[in-house]
């Protein structure tokens, strides 16, 4: 086994300035250190961190490492003591490990295939075209974030599970305060609290009368109206948010980007390499944890039962092992194969989704406006802050000629 260790001294809470892409200088300097790092939690837990591409995709396809919540009692920068982390609640599988996991997942595989996913492109290209008309008539100006990167994932999400669009207000704030990173541990409560409230009703509802959606689907099935609040809770979160900050984060690149976005203008066949290439730069989904059930070898290191590991994506998707020239964008990159929708059991189930929805939404925004800049200084958008469980910009105001 190695002797020589490096150690992360503490996980960054910001980004370099002019850098809003770039994951935090300290965790580069460390992945150029070495994939594995040694990382001690706020509690004082002696825990891991992988920096590395090969190493996170190990980890995360060894069912020796756990996802269930109840082994989460350590934060990086949080001092849990004393306070015993409860079981995820009935239907939130991210935060379980089978057969528990595949008792919820399974019945959702099938309504998210890359054929029914690329079934819905028409109707993704609707709502698009319906926000540009509405951007274009309202403009020359805008927040791209509240106009175009949120409602269309929002409405195509709703859609899916058959919640009523207009009751989107009621979960989409809750939803922001439980993944931005700037709630207060009372607030992110009762933002999640409201949230399950909330889906506990539309499941009453779809019990009664069903209606032609993935909820409804699951109506017959054996799961518990607990059980499908659950899983609705996961599927809304996760179908909305993380591609709302593709969207816009994915612009804010591209307009930083004027030759790679050229390409994309004038080469349409590079779209579906350029939404890859922008997921593995963007990595918006930067951070995973596991607990070691067992002792394990990873990298030449013992890991031993119990331990924490964080998973750094965003590093991972910038290993210059892996990715020549990492930290470039490079829309016309042949070495795909990323880490940004995750590795093994977990991987992302609606990758399909946020796929069409990226392909649909970006070269439309830029076609309909060539013109398309940013409104205020690049260092004056505003970003999540580095400690969010999902990545992107709180607001992107651009402009063009009208």
């Given at each position: 086994m190695s002797e020589s260790v490096h150690t992360?001294?503490?996980?960054?809470?910001?980004?370099?300035p002019g850098c809003p892409f770039d994951p935090p200088k300290e965790l580069i300097e460390a992945r150029e250190q070495s994939p594995l790092s040694r990382f001690t939690f706020a509690d004082g837990h002696q825990g891991w961190v992988i920096t590395g591409f090969d190493l996170i995709r190990q980890v995360m396809a060894d069912p020796r490492f756990s996802s269930r919540k109840e082994f989460m009692s350590h934060h990086p920068t949080i001092d849990y003591s004393g306070y015993e982390v409860p079981p995820?609640?009935?239907?939130?599988?991210?935060?379980?490990?089978?057969?528990?996991h595949s008792r919820y997942r399974k019945p959702l595989v099938g309504k998210f295939t890359v054929r029914r996913m690329r079934l819905l492109t028409e109707r993704i290209e609707q709502v698009t075209a319906e926000h540009l008309d509405a951007m274009e008539k309202a403009g020359p100006s805008t927040d791209l974030v509240t106009a175009f990167a949120k409602p269309i994932p929002a409405i195509v999400i709703c859609e899916l599970l058959g919640v009523p669009y207009e009751d989107r207000g009621r979960f989409q704030e809750n939803i922001d305060k439980f993944l931005g990173g700037e709630t207060s541990d009372e607030d992110l409560f009762a933002a999640y609290t409201a949230t399950q409230e909330y889906l506990a009703e539309l499941v009453a509802a779809k019990r009664a009368n069903p209606t032609d959606d993935v909820?409804?689907?699951?109506?017959?099935?054996?799961?518990?109206?607990?059980?499908?609040r659950g899983m609705a809770l996961i599927l809304l979160a996760a179908g909305f948010d993380t591609t709302?900050?593709?969207?816009?984060?994915?612009?804010?690149?591209?307009?930083?980007?004027?030759?790679?976005?050229a390409a994309l203008r004038s080469e349409p066949e590079l779209t579906d390499r350029a939404i890859e290439e922008l997921l593995r730069y963007l990595s918006v989904a930067k951070t995973f944890m596991r607990s070691a059930l067992e002792d394990v070898e990873v990298g030449g290191q013992i890991i031993k039962a119990g331990t924490m590991?964080?998973?750094?994506?965003?590093?991972?998707?910038?290993?210059?092992?892996?990715?020549?020239?990492?930290?470039?964008?490079?829309?016309?990159?042949?070495?795909?194969?990323?880490?940004?929708?995750?590795?093994?059991?977990?991987?992302?189930?609606?990758q399909q989704l946020a796929r069409v929805e990226l392909r649909v939404a970006l070269p439309a925004l830029f076609r309909r406006f060539p013109s398309l800049r940013l409104a205020v200084p690049a260092e004056e958008v505003a970003v999540r802050p580095e400690m969010a469980d999902i990545y992107g910009v709180k607001s992107l105001p651009v402009t063009w000629d009208a």
């Amino acid at each position: 086994m190695s002797e020589s260790v490096h150690t992360l001294a503490a996980m960054p809470t910001e980004r370099r300035p002019g850098c809003p892409f770039d994951p935090p200088k300290e965790l580069i300097e460390a992945r150029e250190q070495s994939p594995l790092s040694r990382f001690t939690f706020a509690d004082g837990h002696q825990g891991w961190v992988i920096t590395g591409f090969d190493l996170i995709r190990q980890v995360m396809a060894d069912p020796r490492f756990s996802s269930r919540k109840e082994f989460m009692s350590h934060h990086p920068t949080i001092d849990y003591s004393g306070y015993e982390v409860p079981p995820a609640p009935p239907g939130e599988f991210l935060l379980m490990d089978d057969p528990q996991h595949s008792r919820y997942r399974k019945p959702l595989v099938g309504k998210f295939t890359v054929r029914r996913m690329r079934l819905l492109t028409e109707r993704i290209e609707q709502v698009t075209a319906e926000h540009l008309d509405a951007m274009e008539k309202a403009g020359p100006s805008t927040d791209l974030v509240t106009a175009f990167a949120k409602p269309i994932p929002a409405i195509v999400i709703c859609e899916l599970l058959g919640v009523p669009y207009e009751d989107r207000g009621r979960f989409q704030e809750n939803i922001d305060k439980f993944l931005g990173g700037e709630t207060s541990d009372e607030d992110l409560f009762a933002a999640y609290t409201a949230t399950q409230e909330y889906l506990a009703e539309l499941v009453a509802a779809k019990r009664a009368n069903p209606t032609d959606d993935v909820l409804s689907d699951l109506i017959d099935s054996d799961l518990t109206d607990e059980e499908l609040r659950g899983m609705a809770l996961i599927l809304l979160a996760a179908g909305f948010d993380t591609t709302a900050n593709m969207i816009g984060l994915g612009a804010f690149a591209l307009l930083q980007n004027p030759e790679q976005l050229a390409a994309l203008r004038s080469e349409p066949e590079l779209t579906d390499r350029a939404i890859e290439e922008l997921l593995r730069y963007l990595s918006v989904a930067k951070t995973f944890m596991r607990s070691a059930l067992e002792d394990v070898e990873v990298g030449g290191q013992i890991i031993k039962a119990g331990t924490m590991v964080i998973l750094l994506m965003n590093t991972a998707n910038r290993d210059p092992e892996r990715f020549p020239n990492p930290h470039a964008l490079d829309l016309d990159r042949q070495d795909g194969g990323h880490l940004a929708f995750g590795h093994g059991i977990h991987q992302c189930l609606g990758q399909q989704l946020a796929r069409v929805e990226l392909r649909v939404a970006l070269p439309a925004l830029f076609r309909r406006f060539p013109s398309l800049r940013l409104a205020v200084p690049a260092e004056e958008v505003a970003v999540r802050p580095e400690m969010a469980d999902i990545y992107g910009v709180k607001s992107l105001p651009v402009t063009w000629d009208a």
